[in-house]
Structure formats: structure tokens, C-alpha cells
């Protein structure tokens, strides 16, 4: 996600007592069995390893509303989407229907894999976390009701210090998941890689294992795993379901790791990013994923939408397949 969204305490002892439960925690959870993908009566992509998603920030600068999206994904050929909240709540405001707009996904031949939206759920401030909960709950719903399967749920609100507790974090999630329960669609705990919490991969894991919840899973994000400045290779130690989407993108070499932002995401395979050996460890950790093209590059903003979708989705292929996997 961008900083301009950076309106938002894991001490040595808690993490080293923690160190055992993460790996148990792990290993339990790898038993779980992997979530059914909702499937097309043309979709071949079950018998792949990846399936292709568009998350609408790659064209967000366009500004073409969420119908025009949906089209621009389905001509660019890609399997799923992850829509803004904002927009799909525009479509509502303009006079469009929830069902109508499902109707219009299903019959571009494509699903919700996720949504994006920035609900305060985590922070210390109470009547702020009620709100932030309550929003979640509504947004949710929302994308819910459009046939969405998961949520994102960064640490919006909290991503400057003091540091959050880490077992009060793991709880707010828990209660996130448990609405998710109720309403059918799955929060994935999003790592910032810029943020004081939830910035680094482990710190992700951990909070998901610490919530006990067979669904807490971690959306992890090539640009942002750069920013935190985490290991890659970390993601061998998570179950199937732990990890499911993976924003792609990539990034240059400079600036530097303390300097970049999102503005410099680039297309898959056009940068530095050792993304071929990211996917070999994804595709270990164990079923199908879902690649979800995440850019916020200014440059493609001022392009054709639909010449910049047709290009994110080739250059995804080429990377899948230099990690030696059919595209």
C-alpha cells in the first residue's frame, strides 16, 4: 500500500518466548486444508501452480470506476481482481447494485480474490478501534456481497511507534477474523514494509499464529518485503494457507531501501527483485497462489489502461516461467 496512508511491542523476551509457538504454530496450521478457489467453467488455471490477479492500484490513476475495471482485467486476461472499497462504494453511490455488480464479475469470467481498504483496527485507542472495527465489519460486507474471498487488513493507523503489543495485535486480529466468520470472507494480515508494526514478515507470521485462528493468514507484498527488510527466504517456514497472495511488483536499484517509496514500483522482471527465486520458495510452502499485480508507478497511470494491464500480465508469465513454472 502507499505512505500516504501512514496515518497509523515486540520486545527481545516476547519474541524469543514466542520462537517455539511460531514453528508449532506453523506446522499445525500446515495441516489445515487449502481453501477451495472458486472455479470457471473455462478456467484451466487449477491445474497451475499461480493464478493472475489485477489489483485496481495498477490503473488506479485512471480513474475509470469499477465497471470499467472489471472490463479492462477480463480483456487483459487475467483470473481475478482485487477491487478498492472506495470504488466499489462509488459504483453504490452513482445508483449501481451489489448483485448487479457480482453479476458483472461472474460474467467476466473472473473472481474477488481480495479488496482493499484501510480500517483502523488495530490501534491502542479504543473509541478509534471500535470505529476502525465497525468500519471492517461494513467494508467487508460490502465486498462480501460482490463475492469476495478475502480482505486486506494492514496496520492502518498504526504504523508509527510506540511499538503495539504484540499479543494485544494477535487478539485484534483474532476479532477481525471472527467477523470475517460471520460474513464469509477471509482478513489477511498485510505486511507494510515502511510501517513500525506488522513492517517485517516474521512479525506478520507471528501475530497470525498468535490469533489460534485456522484462517489468519499474512498477504505479503515483493515491494514491501524489500522496504521491511525481510528475508524472502522466511517464507519457507509458513504453512500453505499462511501465505495465499502475493502483490507483485518489483523495484529498482536505487534509491535505496530507506529512501524508496511506491512510486517507484516497476513491472515484474524490470527491476532488481530476485522474484524468480521468491516464487520457487512460494510455490514450496504449498498450494496454488494467487500473483496479484500491485503497481502505484505514475508513469503507468498516464498509460492506456488497458496496454498496461496486457503488459503487467506478461511480464508476470515471463517470471513464472524463468522460476520454471508454466505460465
Not at 52 to 61: E, F, H, V, W
Not at 87 to 97: A, C, D, I, M, S
Not at 116 to 145: C, H, N, S, Y
Not at 180 to 199: A, H, M, R, T, Y
Amino acid at each position: 500500500m502507499i505512505n500516504d496512508f501512514k496515518t497509523m511491542k515486540m520486545t527481545r523476551r516476547n519474541a524469543l518466548g514466542r520462537a517455539g509457538l511460531l514453528v508449532g504454530g506453523i506446522a499445525a496450521v500446515g495441516g489445515l486444508p487449502w481453501p477451495e478457489t472458486p472455479a470457471r467453467a473455462d478456467d484451466l488455471a487449477a491445474a497451475q501452480p499461480f493464478r493472475y490477479s489485477l489489483n485496481m492500484a495498477t490503473i488506479r490513476g485512471q480513474k475509470l470506476g469499477i465497471v470499467r475495471e472489471i472490463e479492462v482485467a477480463a480483456q487483459a486476461g487475467y483470473h481475478g481482481i482485487e477491487p478498492w472499497v472506495e470504488t466499489v462504494q462509488n459504483y453504490v453511490k452513482e445508483g449501481g447494485t451489489l448483485p448487479d455488480l457480482r453479476k458483472r464479475i461472474n460474467d467476466a469470467g473472473l473472481t474477488v480474490e481480495g479488496a482493499i481498504g484501510f480500517p483502523e483496527w488495530i490501534v491502542d485507542d479504543e473509541e478509534r478501534r471500535t470505529k476502525g472495527m465497525e468500519r471492517a465489519r461494513r467494508e467487508m460486507d460490502l465486498i462480501a456481497q460482490i463475492g469476495g474471498r478475502r480482505f486486506a487488513a494492514p496496520p492502518a493507523g498504526g504504523t508509527d511507534l510506540p511499538k503495539l503489543d504484540f499479543v494485544k495485535a494477535a487478539e485484534r486480529y483474532r476479532s477481525l477474523l471472527e467477523i470475517g466468520d460471520q460474513l464469509g470472507i477471509v482478513p489477511e494480515l498485510e505486511l507494510w514494509g515502511f510501517s513500525k508494526n506488522l513492517g517485517r514478515l516474521g512479525e506478520c507470521i507471528g501475530v497470525a499464529v498468535e490469533t489460534g485462528h485456522p484462517k489468519a493468514c499474512v498477504l505479503a507484498d515483493v515491494f514491501h518485503l524489500h522496504k521491511g527488510g525481510s528475508d524472502f527466504k522466511g517464507m519457507q517456514l509458513a504453512a500453505a494457507r499462511t501465505l495465499q497472495v502475493l502483490h507483485l511488483n518489483d523495484y529498482p536499484a536505487a534509491p535505496s531501501r530507506e529512501k524508496i517509496d511506491d512510486s517507484y514500483r516497476i513491472y515484474p522482471g524490470d527491476g532488481v527483485a530476485p522474484i524468480a527465486e521468491m516464487l520457487k520458495v512460494l510455490h514450496d510452502t504449498g498450494g496454488q497462489k494467487v500473483l496479484s499485480l500491485e503497481l502505484f508507478n505514475r508513469q503507468y497511470w498516464s498509460e492506456d489502461p488497458l496496454a498496461v494491464a496486457k503488459t503487467g500480465l506478461s511480464k508476470i508469465k515471463a517470471v513464472v516461467e524463468k522460476a520454471g513454472f508454466k505460465a
